[in-house]
């Protein structure tokens, strides 16, 4: 091994289940993933302080728009503050943007660093609060003992910091992925051409095993096993969100969990005094986008960025999917599973199992940190299992960012070395993908769609459509409860209808025939 070699040390995660008005600071839950990770390293936590690059992952409610819709007092800059915390003074901070991929990409990015000599000792960390944050705004509790500290500078940014929807998209509901990811669902079962009851069984079915998994999963947020019919079977407790998806398959972001990873170099493992037995290397790793905006897509169907990922991961690994022991398939929502298990080759009952904590649904879908809690477990299985491998898969917005790492305690041979992201994202970019037209008038058919509930029942439709020439747009549908109702009860994407302007003219409507 060379003394520059990228390894994973130490593995935390926090789950909290306490009262609400007691719910630990955001800068106290990435400081506790922090010294877990520490202890997991055999680290006493002061050792912390040697940190020479730190990244936050970034907090949901930090995304844009949410400054309003949830007034509590923030940290200005995380990364600085937890660094404060820990009294560490590391030379690279960086607070990153949205996206579900980002503990992928911090990690790939960390250890990129590491083996250029440019870091050697690096903290991974991120958390969600939005469980018991929101209980406090609700109540009007206090916040006195949430930490702002004013006096610190802008935080360095890192990730993509472009919004996941064009203004078209977002002005037809496509901003919220409960909205958006049934889309590639409802395409994925007109195109096996499979009936409506069939799908959903058979979505209950994919995700029964998750379930099973997070009951076994301490630090789950739902660990409770459920059967296929329970999952799909829509009742008071399991509401339809946006059809075809009843609660129980959605990610559920209000919870309070936090992660986090140190890595270092093989060096500075050694120095620290790290056994041998507690390193974990990622052996393989990739990052892309697909075509960026979901109306953009070359289809529903597929996601070429999950496909190039992968098989650029495992061949910078050296293996193939076949030697892969263990897997953690992103899984905000059956679609992603199964268009991400279809673009690796994966069959969607594989026998190794498609996921190591239980899925975002059941294990906890902490806003964009999800994926460190995969790799913290991850790093626990594999040190069970010397010398298997494991793949981790991580996807932000919708479908849209992939990030994926091939990991093993397996020790690696010569220089680590990444490929520049940029080699992939030139191939998808170049991608052939429908002109989308922004003002669609006259004869059109549906390529996809979804209608969306409300807590007391129907709420709209959304249609993307292609017009008379081919061309795609997207639409609202009328809104009475008839026309949504209609839309559920039986196949609707291939079917005809007009698309023009709204009555208010700001959106495009389609009214199926």
């Known amino acids: 091994m060379r003394d520059e070699t990228p390894v994973l040390i130490g593995a935390g995660q926090f789950t909290y289940r306490g009262a609400a008005e007691t719910s630990p600071s955001p800068l106290a839950m990435i400081k506790i993933a922090a010294e877990r990770a520490a202890a997991d390293a055999g680290l006493a936590p002061e050792k912390l302080a040697g940190l020479d690059a730190l990244t936050v992952v970034g907090f949901t409610v930090d995304a844009a728009g949410n400054q309003g ?51 050697e000792f690096a903290l991974a960390v991120g958390a969600e609060f939005l469980g018991a944050l929101t209980k406090r705004l609700k109540a009007g509790a206090s916040f006195d003992d949430f930490e702002t500290e004013d006096d610190l500078p802008e935080p360095a940014r890192f990730g993509d910091p472009r919004p996941g929807t064009s203004h078209q998209e977002q002005l037809h509901g496509l901003g919220a992925p409960i909205n958006t990811y049934p889309l590639f669902e409802n395409a994925l079962r007109a195109r096996d051409k499979r009936g409506l009851a069939d799908h959903a069984l058979r979505m209950g079915r994919l995700m029964a095993p998750f379930t099973r998994v997070a009951a076994q999963n301490p630090d789950a947020w739902f660990p409770i096993e459920r059967t296929a019919e329970e999952l799909v079977a ?50 393989g790793c990739a990052d892309a986008a697909d075509l960026w905006h979901v109306t953009e897509r070359q289809n529903y169907t597929s996601s070429p960025a999950m496909r190039m990922t992968g098989q650029r991961a495992l061949e910078m690994a050296g293996v193939g999917l076949g030697q892969i022991d263990l897997i953690d398939l992103y899984s905000c929502f059956p679609a992603a599973v199964e268009i991400g298990a279809e673009a690796l080759g994966l069959d969607l009952d594989d026998p190794r199992g498609l996921t190591v904590t239980g899925g975002l649904p059941y294990a906890g879908g902490p806003g964009n940190n999800y994926v460190m809690h995969s790799i913290a477990v991850m790093m626990r299985r594999l040190r069970e299992r010397p010398g298997a491998f494991g793949l981790v898969t991580g996807n932000g917005w919708y479908l849209t960012k992939q990030s994926t790492g091939v990991y093993s305690t397996q020790p690696i041979e010569g220089a680590w070395a990444r490929e520049d992201p940029v080699v992939i994202q030139r191939q998808i970019d170049a991608l052939p993908h429908p002109r989308v037209v922004e003002r669609p008038e006259g004869p059109a058919t549906i390529e996809t769609y979804t209608v969306v509930h409300s807590r007391d029942g129907y709420r709209l439709g959304i249609v993307i459509g292609r017009d008379s020439a081919g061309h795609r747009f997207v639409a609202e549908t009328p809104k009475d409860e008839a026309t949504l109702r209609g839309l559920e009860a039986v196949e609707s994407v291939g079917r005809p209808g007009r698309v023009g302007p709204s009555p208010d003219s700001a959106r495009n409507r389609f009214v199926p025939d």
């Open 69 to 119: 819709r949830f007034p509590f007092p923030r940290l200005h800059n995380p990364p600085a503050s937890l660094a404060r915390r820990l009294g560490a003074d590391p030379r690279y901070q960086a607070y990153s943007h949205m996206g579900g991929n980002t503990p992928q990409q911090v990690v790939n990015m960390l250890s990129e660093r590491i083996a250029r000599g440019e870091s």
């Open 234 to 283: 829509v009742t008071d407790r399991n509401r339809m969100v946006g059809f075809p998806y009843p609660k129980y398959l959605n990610a559920i972001m209000e919870v309070d969990q936090s992660a986090g990873v140190l890595i270092t170099s093989v060096k500075k493992a050694r120095e620290l005094g790290v056994p041998q037995d507690r390193w974990v290397f990622l052996h």
